[in-house]
């Protein structure tokens, strides 16, 4: 699997790379930037425009990208709209929704969990349509109080949003249920499935959630392409957030835009045509493996590393235990975790350290900033035990003896 | 790269008992400043009398070299004139991050050389020079009811 990786083909720092952030980002295997590579070489055309063969064949590539993507989550492909990543996917709906929804004294909630792209646009919207920010709080054990939840909706909740998967714990949220409890107070149930996508199937038939979003860059994809899935109701009812060429039927001086259908009324001008097509090539590559086998795999290597760190004298491994999916947070005592981080990386291990654009749950936990492993499919139990190696080492280079 | 050359042990003495940390008495000057990457955090406190900078203050809540940093920094600024320290503080980034300085520069911050190591782990630069910024924000910020 290493090898299907060119990123993992490289030295740093004069040790073989062990790459444990595809929380920030997943290493992107051959086939899909061999796509890309086309996309920019024998079908470089822009697309729903031209005539000729070469814009024809980028336009059919581009829409059957659609249809994977739909394949991916299992909902019809005029539900998947195109965005630059997950950011611009949910600061779409607060726009283009939720302007629409609020109303003074209405409520949106969050959860505590959530990535700032979840909070920031939610918190500017209510200040704008005088709403309430509500917040849903986090459990010591790394999961969201899921049994508070009814106590944090009302008959003025419009919007719930919420992540599937914490990109600084890990935690694995209970869509299902919250879209339920959400849908019983007439609430629009926004996720952010960024860090879910990559590690377990997202059919939003089980999920139950209005709208979907993630990034093509952590599934194994291009950077700066997005995906934004909504329920056709809500999507009919969405302002576009951008306005231009592409998305109209007719325009004149005197009349301005008439938007066209949905999804391409939300696609206005020259969209990441690259990037959509290489997002349907990792999608390919995906299904291809299946999803067991990466879960599988994935579990198996969590479990070893969860049992390697845990026996280390000092350290802390932050959440929800065996739950986990894919992230893995840890402190450790009298130890910065940019020290940590700074010296992993002299080791050729690549490892986040900070807070993760998570601040309000470093907050809840009450420390600065953690240390974050991330696992994807091209991990194997050897890098588990370099890291282990090397965290080890940590604490005789900063010369605290223990 | 050995991460040894970075945690060298001027450094890591600096970072386990750092100088000038404890808060001041009697402050006239008093800045605060954050990394927004890592939340690191630097209280810097001042006492001006005249036209020098009696006592400095700089408590880091952060990694090694931010603290080492604050450390070095409240111990060879500590004494100076405020005109002095507003002639040179600039120059300290440059003198951090270069190779050609002057004899000049070299004199003013040789007692500093330790943190010129961060130079081969470039994403580190900002956790030296937080306290510096700290720092620069203090003498702009008089603390009028306690002067």
Known sequence: MRDAFPTLAQRVNG????????????????????????????????????????????????????????????????????????????????WGL???????????????????????????????RRAILRVLPLRCDGHLALDTLDDYLSCRTRVVAISHLSNSLGSVTDIKYVANRAHAVGAVVVVDGAQAVPHMPTHMADLGADFYAFSGHKLYGPF?????????????????????????????????????????????????????????????WLLAIGYAPIEAHEAELMSVTEGALGGIDGLSILGPGATRKGVLSLVMEDIHPHDAATILDSMGIAVRAGHH???????????????????????????????VGGIQEIRSILGRGR | MDPRALYDP???????????????????????????????????????????????????????????????????????????????????EAWLSQDDHSAHQQQIWAALVALRRVRSFPTRLPCVTLAWTGLVQALSSPVQEEA
Not at chain 1, 104 to 117: A, Q, R, T
Request: aromatic share 4%; charged share 20%; proline share 3%.
């Open chain 1, 357 to 387: 654009c998570a601040q309000p749950v470093m907050e809840r936990l009450g420390i600065l900033a953690s240390l974050r492993v991330s696992l994807g499919i091209y991990n194997s139990q050897a890098d588990i035990h370099r890291l």
């Open chain 2, 10 to 92: 001027e450094i890591l003495a600096h970072d386990r008992d750092p100088r000038c940390s404890q808060a001041l008495e009697v402050r006239t000057h008093y800045a605060r400043v954050s990394n927004p990457l890592c939340g690191d955090r630097v209280d810097v406190e001042l006492l001006v009398s005249g036209e020098h900078v009696k006592a400095i203050s700089c408590q880091v809540r952060g990694c090694v070299i931010a603290r080492a940093s604050g450390s070095m920094m409240a111990e060879r600024m500590q004494g100076w004139s405020v005109a002095k320290l507003m002639t040179h503080i600039g120059g300290f």
């Open chain 1, 98 to 128: 939720g302007r629409q929804l609020l109303q003074d004294g209405d409520e949106v909630l969050v959860s505590e969990l959530e990535h700032h792209s979840n909070l920031l646009p939610w918190q500017r919207l209510c200040v704008e």
């Open chain 1, 224 to 284: 700066g392409v997005g995906v934004l899935w909504g329920r056709a109701e809500y999507l009919k009812a969405m302002e576009p957030w951008r306005l231009g060429g592409g998305m109209v039927r007719s325009v004149s001086h005197s009349e301005g835009v008439i938007a066209a259908e949905v999804p391409h009324r939300f696609e206005a001008g020259t969209p990441n045509i690259a990037g959509v097509i290489g997002l349907g090539a990792a999608i390919d």
């Open chain 1, 15 to 94: 040790h073989s790379l062990v790459y444990l952030d595809s929380a920030g980002t997943a290493l992107k295997p051959t086939g899909v930037l061999d796509v890309m590579h086309r996309a920019y070489t024998d079908e470089c055309a822009t697309i729903h425009r031209g005539l000729y063969s070469l814009s024809t064949r980028a336009t059919a590539r581009f829409e059957k990208a659609r249809e994977k993507v739909a394949q991916l989550l299992r909902v019809s492909a005029d539900e998947i709209i195109f965005t630059g990543g997950t950011t611009e996917s949910l600061n779409a709906v607060a």
